[in-house]
């Protein structure tokens, strides 16, 4: 099984419309969850931060986690052509100095 | 608003050659990471360093790999003897506690 699991996409949304990303994980004892935004030729840009189950808001992003069943999810309201870009889910890495899984991200087009 | 920053934005080296990348992290925080991430593929850890010494470090971070934090603002990473399959973006990150916060990288061709 594969630390973090993201389906690669590509995800197309309309504009307006709401993105869902989805992330599984695979170490049971992670207990911080981020989410980057990676544009194409750029870094990760940090997004979300999430470490209790259950909803966390920050303006048009949500994210949840379960981690029961090892699961955390990206949501983005009112999607804009610019939030176009590769999403990456990163667990940390249980009984580490923080260090992370990163996933290989979802693709998302934000179609105007 | 406080960045981490990379220099160069682009090294050209030969095979065999030493290389040194730098990054100047987040001023007040105290833990710091060196990722790469070869074209098309995902982000990878090599090694995080804390208190002047390496904490965690993965298969990648072999012995041609070294880091250094030669002062109070500066963090390395050098190989030593560049290999072709070296070529890949090197993104330096620095946190205070468990955010990391990314650099905007070092594109590394190796010829």
């Known amino acids: 099984q594969k630390e973090v699991e993201q389906n690669s996409g590509p995800l197309s949304v309309p504009e307006g419309a709401i993105a869902s990303l989805n992330c599984t994980y695979s170490d049971r004892g992670s207990q911080s969850f981020f989410w980057y935004r990676q544009y194409s030729g750029k870094s990760p840009e940090l997004i979300m931060s999430i470490y209790s189950n259950g909803d966390k808001e920050d303006g048009r992003f949500t994210a949840q986690l379960n981690k029961a069943s090892q699961y955390v999810s990206l949501l983005i309201r009112d999607s804009q052509p610019s939030d176009s870009a590769t999403y990456l889910c990163?667990?940390?890495?249980?009984?580490?100095?923080?260090?992370?899984?990163f996933g290989t991200g979802t693709s998302l087009t934000v179609i105007p | 608003e406080p960045e981490v920053t990379q220099t160069p934005s682009h090294q050209v080296t030969q095979m065999g050659q030493e290389v040194i990348l730098r990054c100047v992290p987040i001023s007040n925080h105290l833990y710091f990471y060196w990722y790469r991430q070869i074209l098309g593929q995902k982000v990878e850890f090599l090694v995080s360093f804390y208190n002047n010494e390496i904490s965690e470090k993965s298969e990648i971070f072999d012995d041609q790999f070294s880091v250094e934090r030669p002062d109070g603002s500066n963090f390395t990473l050098k190989i030593r003897s560049t290999k072709l399959e070296d070529s890949a973006m090197y993104f330096c990150?620095?946190?205070?506690?468990?955010?990391?916060?990314f650099g905007p990288g070092t594109r590394l061709t190796v010829t």
């Open positions: 990150a620095s946190s205070g506690a468990s955010e990391q916060y």
């Open positions: 990163a667990p940390e890495k249980t009984n580490t100095g923080n260090q992370f899984y």
